[in-house]
């Protein structure tokens, strides 16, 4: 395989196109605000589960965490399994079917199956982080170092762009059901969810059909698993040599849980703490996903003129200027506000996120194990933010006082990133 093939690098990039759509209106828009609207009465917002009563926004959050928790748990061992195999698109299939179906069965989600539906919400969470563990570690592989940040940037960009598209269809339902002939109030949120499904598996065939699989020809014998975690074993010595790798994964551990807690908390702050209504919280969050598509490429730009680390840097404090905000609005037109300046950052920083760390790895014929420690790094992190999230929010009787964990998660990972050292001859960090 020739790296730099446009016909393979568009078939990669196609795969952000095919599964943003989960992040975007599962994560993100419209399952949110469904599972408001059924779990809350005007009288009370507990729900029960297992014998134990939770406030049912943080019930939430503890469900998505324990999902992340688990992917971190299998994606450096089914990527060493992967890389050793030399199976890392099988790997990729897999998990992307898991998400897309766990997605459709979404439509059943009621009350009357309160625990099977949150089960789906995390199978549906854990498909999708699996999928994207050997996703990325395809970009190394397929591209050069130097096309690292405009690939990335390329993807998120199809990504924002495609996933818009559907809610743009999903939102038509939600507010013109009777054009679609529909009755049912809940009808058109659980035909979003089927869409969901199906726009993923559909796209992703492209990806699947033009990726390379195996292009290090590895013929592995009996012992897969064993010889699964020697690799990861091999790789885990080979990063405690490198200080830039290793201080950059700290950094990205760090700052990382403020960018997805808010991400995937934003509508229900939106809806529970500003009384945003739902045309609202979609329209902000279309804002959110074309602004992000000019963020991308903005920080790809910075990122070239400036070095990664210091386009990070800027992408970083943006957010924290965010969170100073969101503490401080108590109207729906702020929240619009913060929603531009959101976008124009959450796609710079994770296209750059991911580009800076395969920028920073060293030649390897292992990407997915490398892959998995920045997967975890991210996975982790997310379980820090969304359970500290959640807890104070419990404690405190108030999302709002959450921002202030947040805004700590930023300013420490900031301190991190700049600590860096510098690579020898540039002057880029």
Same mark, same amino acid.
């Given at each position: *395989?020739?790296?730099?093939?446009?016909?393979?690098?568009?078939?990669?990039?196609?795969?952000?196109?095919?599964?943003?759509?989960?992040?975007?209106?599962?994560?993100?828009?419209?399952?949110?605000?469904?599972?408001?609207?059924?779990?809350?009465?005007?009288?009370?917002?507990?729900?029960?589960?297992?014998?134990?009563?939770?406030?049912?926004?943080?019930?939430?959050?503890?469900?998505?965490?324990?999902?992340?928790?688990?992917?971190?748990?299998?994606?450096?061992?089914?990527?060493?399994?992967?890389?050793?195999?030399?199976?890392?698109?099988? $790997?990729?299939?897999?998990?992307?079917?898991?998400?897309?179906?766990?997605?459709?069965?979404?439509?059943?989600?009621?009350?009357?199956?309160?625990?099977?539906?949150?089960?789906?919400?995390?199978?549906?969470?854990?498909?999708?982080?699996?999928?994207?563990?050997?996703?990325?570690?395809?970009?190394?592989?397929?591209?050069?170092?130097?096309?690292?940040?405009?690939?990335?940037?390329?993807?998120?960009?199809?990504?924002?762009?495609?996933?818009?598209?559907?809610?743009? $269809?999903?939102?038509? *339902?939600?507010?013109?059901?009777?054009?679609?002939?529909?009755?049912?109030?809940?009808?058109?949120?659980?035909?979003?969810?089927?869409?969901?499904?199906?726009?993923?598996?559909?796209?992703?065939?492209?990806?699947?059909?033009?990726?390379?699989?195996?292009?290090?020809?590895?013929?592995?014998?009996?012992?897969?698993?064993?010889?699964?975690?020697?690799?990861?074993?091999?790789?885990?010595?080979?990063?405690?040599?490198?200080?830039?790798?290793?201080?950059?994964?700290?950094?990205?551990?760090?700052?990382? *849980?403020?960018?997805?807690?808010?991400?995937? *908390?934003?509508?229900?702050?939106?809806?529970?703490?500003?009384?945003?209504?739902?045309?609202?919280?979609?329209?902000?969050?279309?804002?959110?996903?074309?602004?992000?598509?000019?963020?991308?490429?903005?920080?790809?730009?910075?990122?070239?003129?400036?070095?990664?680390?210091?386009?990070?840097?800027?992408?970083?404090?943006?957010?924290?200027?965010?969170?100073?905000?969101?503490?401080?609005?108590?109207?729906?037109?702020?929240?619009?506000?913060?929603?531009?300046?959101?976008?124009?950052?959450?796609?710079?920083?994770?296209?750059?996120?991911?580009?800076?760390?395969?920028?920073?790895?060293?030649?390897?014929?292992?990407?997915?194990?490398?892959?998995?420690?920045?997967?975890?790094?991210?996975?982790?992190?997310?379980?820090?933010?969304?359970?500290?999230?959640?807890?104070?929010?419990?404690?405190?009787?108030?999302?709002?006082?959450?921002?202030?964990?947040?805004?700590?998660?930023?300013?420490?990972?900031?301190?991190?990133?700049?600590?860096?050292?510098?690579?020898?001859?540039?002057?880029?960090?």
């Amino acid at each position: *395989m020739i790296k730099g093939s446009k016909k393979i690098i568009n078939a990669w990039v196609l795969y952000d196109w095919a599964n943003s759509v989960y992040p975007l209106v599962i994560t993100t828009a419209i399952f949110p605000i469904y599972y408001e609207s059924i779990t809350s009465t005007d009288e009370s917002d507990i729900v029960s589960l297992f014998g134990r009563e939770y406030v049912n926004t943080a019930l939430y959050s503890y469900t998505i965490a324990l999902s992340y928790l688990i992917i971190a748990f299998l994606s450096p061992i089914l990527s060493g399994i992967a890389d050793y195999s030399g199976k890392k698109k099988s $790997f990729m299939q897999f998990f992307c079917y898991l998400g897309a179906i766990s997605c459709i069965t979404l439509y059943t989600f009621s009350l009357d199956y309160f625990a099977l539906g949150l089960l789906f919400v995390m199978l549906a969470s854990i498909g999708y982080s699996g999928s994207i563990v050997f996703y990325n570690a395809f970009l190394p592989e397929i591209a050069e170092p130097e096309q690292h940040d405009t690939i990335s940037a390329k993807g998120y960009a199809f990504g924002y762009f495609g996933s818009s598209l559907l809610l743009i $269809f999903n939102l038509s *339902m939600v507010m013109f059901p009777e054009f679609y002939g529909l009755e049912d109030g809940s009808m058109p949120a659980k035909i979003s969810f089927l869409t969901v499904g199906l726009w993923w598996i559909v796209f992703s065939q492209i990806t699947f059909k033009r990726l390379p699989d195996n292009i290090h020809g590895r013929k592995p014998d009996k012992d897969v698993i064993l010889k699964g975690f020697r690799e990861l074993k091999k790789v885990w010595n080979e990063l405690k040599g490198q200080v830039r790798l290793k201080r950059y994964l700290l950094s990205f551990f760090i700052f990382n *849980m403020g960018v997805q807690t808010i991400m995937l *908390m934003a509508t229900i702050f939106g809806s529970k703490e500003l009384g945003v209504p739902t045309e609202g919280l979609i329209a902000a969050i279309l804002i959110i996903q074309f602004v992000a598509i000019i963020g991308a490429y903005l920080f790809s730009f910075l990122s070239r003129k400036l070095g990664n680390i210091n386009g990070l840097a800027i992408a970083i404090l943006i957010w924290i200027g965010v969170c100073a905000g969101a503490y401080f609005v108590y109207e729906p037109s702020g929240f619009y506000v913060l929603a531009g300046f959101a976008g124009l950052v959450m796609g710079g920083i994770q296209s750059l996120s991911r580009s800076t760390y395969s920028k920073m790895l060293p030649k390897t014929i292992d990407p997915a194990s490398y892959f998995s420690f920045y997967d975890v790094c991210e996975k982790i992190g997310i379980v820090i933010g969304m359970l500290t999230y959640g807890y104070i929010e419990e404690v405190t009787g108030s999302m709002r006082n959450s921002i202030f964990a947040l805004m700590g998660f930023f300013i420490l990972g900031l301190i991190v990133l700049m600590t860096i050292p510098k690579k020898r001859g540039t002057a880029d960090q």
